[in-house]
């Protein structure tokens, strides 16, 4: 959960991590699903459902109620990556090579 300050909205989010470029819906769970969509209605909150797929690194929020009418109207057992560029916001991202951990203690106690 976040707070948008430029919209001053209360933003819900569900990550979702797959390898292969189809998100199965077994990582879905009904509850979250559930959860998600019923906050939606409130005045103020979107939710979303983040889904990255590492192999092609591309992640996309796609709106629960999307995923909800994707779920109710297909036979799919999976969420396709073409049809999350369709309908969900790529989320711009970098690929760090290495991270770096700083002791500021030792700094501190100088």
């Known amino acids: 959960m976040c707070h948008n300050p430029y919209s001053k909205e209360t933003i819900l989010m569900e990550l979702k991590s797959t390898k292969q470029k189809s998100l199965p819906l077994s990582n879905i769970k009904n509850n979250q699903l ?12 979107k939710a979303y459902f983040i889904i990255n797929f590492r192999e092609v690194e591309e992640t996309y929020a796609i709106e629960a109620e999307k995923i909800k009418d994707f779920i109710e109207n297909t036979d799919r057992k999976s969420i396709p990556i073409k049809w ?3 309908n969900g916001i790529l989320i711009e991202q970098e690929k760090k090579k290495s991270r770096y951990r700083y002791n500021v203690d030792s700094f501190l106690l100088n």
């Open 84 to 86: 999350c560029r369709e």
């Open 34 to 45: 559930v959860g998600l969509c019923n906050a939606s209605t409130y005045e103020g909150v």
